[in-house]
Nanobody, 123 residues
């Protein structure tokens, strides 16, 4: 199995950028597709972006398309989420998750989860 740890969250202002990292250990990272999800206070967890194990295909929620970019470096066992033009509605705890199955938007398909990192965007 694989262990995941997110980092890079913080407090920023509207329009700023952040890069989140998801570092993996304990498994063959290159065999896993990775998804980013987020959960705001009082709301359901929602899909943000995902990337296939090879890095050749990505998938984004409409709300972040054009602003966020997911990428991976299998040599470093790390997936990144570059977040630009941040908005207050992006405020949430961000989680990365791993799956050897389909890499889409359904959180139930992901088997391993990190503890999350807080992103707060002030207006």
């Amino acid at each position: 199995q694989v262990q995941l740890v997110e980092s890079g969250g913080g407090l920023v202002q509207t329009g700023d950028s952040l890069r989140l990292s998801c570092a993996a250990s304990g498994g063959t990272f290159s065999m896993y597709s990775i998804g980013w999800f987020r959960q705001a206070p009082g709301k359901e967890r929602e899909f943000v972006a995902s990337i296939i194990w090879s890095g050749r295909s990505t998938y984004y929620a409409e709300s972040v398309k054009g602003r966020f970019t997911i990428s991976r470096d299998n040599a470093k066992n790390t997936v990144y989420l570059q977040m630009n033009s941040l908005k207050p509605e992006d405020t949430a705890v961000y989680y990365c998750a791993a799956t050897r199955g389909a890499y889409g938007a359904l959180d139930a398909t992901y088997d391993y989860w990190g503890p999350g990192t807080q992103v707060t965007v002030s207006s």
